[in-house]
């Protein structure tokens, strides 16, 4: 098949793509590389700043309108798959519609039906908006819901959504989200890793390396503040056993770099399930620490492997979860071995690749 995989998000598309390269289909990566991440994609349509920018992205995207058309797949990463004003890309949306044979969105993060859900029918105990029946007021979380609701935004992911062959979830947390609305075009597939390479296995009397990555101007909104406040702590409460490492908006390359000499990550407390950075550590045999709640492997049919050290979204919960690792660290080991498993198991990029080809030929 001519496969378009239109935007990114944390490599997710780039991993796809290599995926079903290897089973022999032709893809092309659209994308801007995940904005200061940087991630690899064919065509580049990264948006300079200002109003300028986005004009000169409008002119390029017409210009390669012609590198657009004619696939049996088009999916889209999200629906704001371009960096221009919604209202923009309602006209792109039904040209690739109508130029390509099918069309699939994915929901893989922000967008109105995760926003709306999690506020009105709340299928999650916590969540980026939630907390049981209270609903998130701080500002991070506020912002996003004046960007998703009654806006244009909500009127282009409920038309793309309505519109569209079919609709892929990535976690367990957008599939309740979109399973309900749109029971029958709605598949939960697991997302793609393309390396499993081991790093970094703790020697004896060495330092535990915990680390985190900082979205920019997304750390309270993700946890994040929370999480690295109990780093911190657990780091200055025993400075001989931890050792922290912090990442701040750096690109992909020198992310993986840092992730590589590490042994724990603490990722999106407000989390059930592991997400690409969480699912890339895995990999390497790094321990996450994050969301591992039962429903994550119930979705995937997991009974035996328990890799992920899954946390409350509170600060108690993370400083005691730390602190227990730093004093067995002999658990260590079996959780690196179980994190690689896991991941060749259920996250293998050819193995999921196959699962979107099937999903998309249904």
């Known amino acids: 098949m001519r ?33 200061w991440k940087n991630y690899p994609r064919d065509i580049d349509v990264a948006r300079r700043p200002g109003k300028w920018g986005g004009i000169r ?9 012609h590198k657009m058309q004619g696939y049996d797949v088009v999916q889209l990463i999200n629906p704001m798959f371009f960096e221009l004003k919604a209202e923009r890309l ?18 893989f993060g922000m967008d109105y039906y995760w926003v709306n859900e999690c506020i009105t029918r709340k299928p999650l105990r916590y969540s980026d908006f939630n ?30 959504a309505e519109d569209c062959d079919g609709i892929i979830t990535g976690l367990y947390e957008y599939q309740v989200c979109y399973q309900p609305n749109f029971p029958e075009k709605t598949q939960f597939i697991p997302f793609p890793i393309a390396s499993f390479s081991p790093v970094n296995h703790i020697a004896a009397n060495h330092p535990i390396t915990l680390f985190i990555g900082i979205s920019k101007n997304r750390s309270a ?22 050792r922290l490492q912090i990442a701040n908006g750096v690109p992909f390359a020198q992310y993986e770099k840092m992730l590589n000499e590490s042994d724990v990550l603490l990722d999106q407390l407000y989390s059930y399930t592991p997400a690409m950075n969480a699912l890339l550590a895995m990999s390497k045999g790094i321990i996450v620490v994050g969301g591992g709640e039962p429903e994550n492997y119930e979705i995937i049919n997991e009974t035996e492997l328990r890799p992920i ?12 979860e730390l602190e227990q690792l730093v004093l ?23 193995k ?11």
């Not at 690749?353 to 030929?361: R, T």
């Open 3 to 35: 496969i378009l995989l239109v935007g990114e998000y944390s490599n997710v598309h780039n991993t796809l793509a290599q995926g079903l390269r290897a089973l022999g289909h032709e893809v092309c990566v659209i994308s801007n590389g995940d904005f």
């Open 131 to 160: 907390f049981g029946d209270q609903i998130r007021t701080d500002e991070a979380a506020r912002i996003e819901q004046q960007d998703w609701l009654n806006t244009p935004k909500e009127r282009l992911n409920r038309m793309i």
């Open 90 to 107: 309602f006209w792109f949306y039904k040209w690739l519609r109508r130029h390509n044979k099918k069309l699939f969105l994915g929901a």
């Open 352 to 362: 999921v690749a196959m699962q979107y080809v099937n999903f998309w030929n249904r």
């Open 221 to 242: 909104y993700k946890g994040t503040d929370i999480m690295l406040k109990a780093a911190k702590d657990v780091a200055a409460h025993y400075p001989e056993q931890v």
């Open 309 to 320: 050290i899954n946390v409350e979204p509170n600060y108690e919960s993370v400083r005691h």
């Open 328 to 350: 067995h660290p002999e658990r260590i080991p079996e959780l690196k071995r179980q994190s690689l498993e896991y991941i060749k198991k259920h996250h293998d990029y050819k």
């Open 57 to 65: 992205l409008m002119l390029k995207l017409w210009s390669l309108l």
